[in-house]
């Protein structure tokens, strides 16, 4: 159980252009979803929280017209990287939980963008 | 917001022995603390965790002890195996917010 899929797992993009990577929970019903950025040998940091039906909520310093999230559904979670820069290439990761606090998140396998 | 402190950053051992790694917080409202392997390129892999309720809690060659008082908690391995070789994360989650803030992360190596 508790399964999280992630897609693509790479992408290529020219300097402009725009990314949309999804994430889903296959096997539970997410209340909550979150992204994350990744980049190399550091850690996991928070970008926005997702939650089905509302808006999302980003963390200071990230900006929301760059990076677009939808929660459409109790296991979908889509974010967009619009106008994308050399700068946005990274590791994106979502997560999803329930919504019992201090529940588990579970991690999707991450989408490696590259922006050329 | 919560700050949370890892260490080492880096852990070489010899198969067999054990590992430990620590972490502080500095949020005392913290209630559920999660330990996550990650191989390089990969996921995020839940190992163990601990709730603030509980202060030691254990699951085959793994561990986790946590000290409220002290606002900190550690993961410990036993009998390490070099496929314990990763990188290794903390996180807190206050539950106010319901969401999770990272260490910085060990590098675990096991060598034969």
């Known amino acids: 159980g508790a399964v999280v899929s992630q897609h693509p797992s790479r992408v290529i993009c020219k300097s402009g252009t725009s990314v949309k990577i999804e994430c889903r929970s296959l096997?539970?019903?997410?209340?909550?979803m979150f992204w994350y950025r990744q980049f190399p040998k550091q850690s996991l940091m928070l970008m926005a929280t997702s939650n089905e039906g509302s808006k999302a909520t980003y963390e200071q310093g990230v900006e929301k017209d760059k990076f677009l999230i939808n929660h459409a559904s109790l296991t979908l979670s889509t974010l967009t990287v619009t106008s994308a820069h050399p700068e946005d290439s990274s590791f994106y990761i979502c997560?999803?939980?329930?919504?019992?606090?201090?529940?588990?998140?579970?991690f999707g396998p991450g989408t490696r963008l590259t922006v050329t | 917001g919560e700050n949370v402190e890892q260490h080492p950053s880096t852990l070489s051992v010899q198969e067999g022995d054990s590992a430990v790694i620590k972490c502080t917080y500095s949020?005392?409202?913290?209630?559920?603390f999660p330990w996550y392997k990650q191989e390089l390129g990969k996921r995020p892999q839940l190992i163990i965790d601990i709730r603030s309720n509980v202060g030691e809690k254990k699951d085959q060659r793994i561990a986790v002890t946590l000290n409220k008082t002290a606002k900190h908690f550690s993961l410990h391995i036993t009998e390490t195996q070099p496929e314990d070789s990763a990188v290794y994360f903390c996180?807190?989650?206050?539950?106010?917010?319901?969401?999770?803030?990272f260490g910085t992360g060990t590098r675990l190596q096991v060598t034969l």
């Open positions: 096997d539970f019903q997410a209340t909550t």
């Open positions: 949020d005392s409202a913290s209630n559920y």
């Open positions: 997560s999803a939980k329930t919504d019992r606090i201090g529940s588990a998140q579970y």
């Open positions: 996180a807190v989650d206050t539950g106010t917010a319901s969401k999770l803030t």
